[in-house]
Structures are given as structure tokens and as C-alpha cells.
């Protein structure tokens, strides 16, 4: 489910709806999550109920620096540039996380 969360990242997927719809016949997405072919993908409300599990910072932080560590993707990383869909991280982002500014 992390590495389907990096799919709907990466490729700015806005729903978990649409996310499984593109892992039910997109064979480089199932590939990427571990799924055969043949394999079930995820009930959407399963994949929604476990979200804020798994996204919580202790796993995503271990999940990411053991990610970023990896040789295969050390070649791969940058420090020029970095951009990313604002819209997508404003959804994510959990009201209860929310403060005021002014007090």
C-alpha cells in the first residue's frame, strides 16, 4: 500500500477510487506494488481505512529513508530540482493537523 501511496504521487492519481481502478488493468502498476496479474487489488475502503495507518510518520519515515538508501535509486536523486502538485498535498493534508496562525 506504500508503494501504491508513491503511484497516486507520483502520477497525481486525486482518489483512492482512481488509484485502484488504474491497478486493476495497468500491468506497470501492479508490477511496481508486488501484484501478479492474476492477484485481487485492494477494496477502496480497505486501502482508505488503512491510509492513515501506514502513512503515520514513524512507517512512511522508515519506508522513505530506506527507499532514498537504496542503490538502485541513489543514481537516480538530484539536488537541482524538485516540484510537486500542490493540489495533491493539500488533500492529503489531515484537518486535525491544521492550526491557526493568528491564535
Known sequence: MLLASLLQAFYGICSERLLLE???YNLLFRWFVGLSPDDPIWHPTTFTTNRERLLNEQVMGRFLDKLMGAPEVKPLLSNEHFSVDGTLLQAWASHASLE???G
Open 100 to 102: 491557526r496562525i493568528d
Open 22 to 24: 488504474q491497478l486493476n
